[in-house]
């Protein structure tokens, strides 16, 4: 790089700014942003040349004579500006969430790329998915495609919108209604696994993969999902400004008051894991709160829930609510000093002398012989909680399997043929300055 040669310079605010070198020291450049703002001092490896003035965006990001950070963010920058939201890095597609509707989803963009190959048109998440199901028939063997990003990028979206192509391209005998099904499923899944976080007012606290299987004619069959990494603390505990699952504010906002007596519930703002957020809880009572909680109701019915299953379900959910409520004292041996054990053994069916054996002591067995040994207060505080989370992530995993119920073929065990394209979402990574182990497993 030569003295005035354009260059792209680090910067906290823009990620880089365009500038010239005006001076070369020892172990840093100093560059003079175009822009009229302080000269900027970076090491070597830290700045990046540009691509020629006036050069035009290219599809693929390899297509760029100085492919490097900078000139990746810059030529993407410039696409999204024209609603180019989609650009290739060769076979791996970039998407940036345009956050309001384009028309580049219908049934004319479904059979434009079908068939074609990477780079024949324009960049889209159909010339993706198409491609996987072509290899997938071509080559015999099942493909992978991973979402990744961060909350808010729109990945749950894409893998929607994967699916939705897969199942259009690939109708087979019990293809009817299936992207119906996949549909309604969804403010199920999101009610329990979804939450507002800093970042993202419905952002997905769950990793999930959908595996689309299809027989030996490259003929869709069905579908089955499974969930992983769970953001369980979640429900013991938000960050500042953060909200727990959705369902703890939906289960209250459609409640009568009987409804509330027959699951032993207060106010939602006495009870613990739902009063964290006082915008969350007076949000409780709004007309949109109330929709949301009848779509979820009839979200229930459609998945194929009996009454019987949902009365248990949300007697589950409320005695995760009232557990967390349980209340200790007693520095060396904790004792139960909550009066509503009573009520937490009535929703979750249990026998509350085992219940408080549990949250107060543990029992170890040495060479066939028990021993006891009290808590403190706060080893039965992380029992309790651990308990709370450990119930939410059974009955999570439960609702799980009563989609996959409806979304499977018919047959459970699969042909030796067939073949399956898989799709992983992962669920958003966020930065903050103190992260969760979540973040780190993430």
Not at 107 to 125: F, R
Request: proline share 3%; hydrophobic share 40%; net charge negative.
């Amino acid at each position: 790089m030569d003295a005035g040669k354009k260059v792209w310079a680090p910067d906290l605010k823009e990620g880089f700014v365009l500038g010239e070198i005006t001076d070369f020291g020892t172990d840093v450049l100093t560059v003079q942003p175009l822009n009229g703002g302080k000269p900027i001092e970076a090491p070597y490896d830290a700045v990046y040349p540009s691509e020629e003035e006036g050069a035009k965006t290219v599809d693929d990001n390899c297509g760029l004579m100085f492919l490097n950070e900078a000139t990746l963010l810059h030529n993407m920058r410039r696409r999204f500006m024209e609603d180019e939201v989609y650009t290739y890095t060769a076979n791996i597609l970039l998407a940036v969430n345009p956050y309001h509707s384009l028309d580049l989803y219908g049934p004319k963009q479904v059979q434009a790329y079908q068939g074609k190959s990477l780079g024949v048109l324009p960049p889209h998440v159909y010339a993706i998915s198409d491609k996987a199901y072509r290899d997938m028939r071509n080559l015999g063997l099942s493909q992978g495609i991973i979402v990744s990003g961060e909350s808010g990028a729109g990945k749950t979206e894409a893998a929607k919108l994967f699916v939705r192509h897969l199942i259009t391209v690939s109708k087979g005998t019990e293809f009817e209604g299936l992207e119906k099904r996949l549909v309604q499923v969804n403010p199920l899944l999101e009610a329990f696994g979804n939450a507002q976080t800093l970042m993202n007012d419905n952002s997905s606290r769950f990793g999930k993969f959908t595996e689309v299987r299809f027989n030996a004619q490259g003929a869709i069959k069905g579908a089955f999902m499974r969930h992983y990494l769970l953001e369980k603390s979640r429900v013991v505990h938000q960050g500042q400004g953060e909200q727990n699952f959705h369902v703890f504010y939906l289960l209250f906002a459609g409640m009568s008051p009987e409804e509330r007596a027959r699951y032993e519930l207060k106010d939602p703002s006495e009870h613990r894991v739902v009063c964290m957020n006082v915008d969350a809880v007076a949000n409780i009572k709004s007309a949109r709160m109330r929709d949301m909680h009848k779509e979820l109701m009839q979200c229930m019915d459609v998945v194929g829930f009996t009454e019987e299953q949902r009365e248990a379900m949300l007697h589950v959910l409320a005695g995760t609510i009232l557990l967390a409520d349980v209340e200790f004292d007693g520095e060396d041996a904790a004792q139960i000093v909550s009066q509503n054990m009573t009520n937490v053994c009535n929703q979750l069916g249990i026998d509350e002398t085992a219940l408080e054996l549990a949250l107060t002591k543990s029992v170890n067995v040495i060479r066939g012989e028990e021993t006891e040994r009290a808590y403190r207060q706060h080893e039965a505080d992380d029992c309790r909680d651990a308990a709370v989370k450990a119930i939410y992530e059974y009955l999570f995993t439960w609702i799980f399997s009563q989609c996959n119920n409806m979304l499977g073929p018919k047959e459970k065990v699969p042909a030796h043929d067939d073949t399956m394209i898989g799709i992983l979402d992962i669920f958003g990574f966020e930065c903050f300055e103190t992260n969760s182990f979540e973040q780190i497993c993430i």
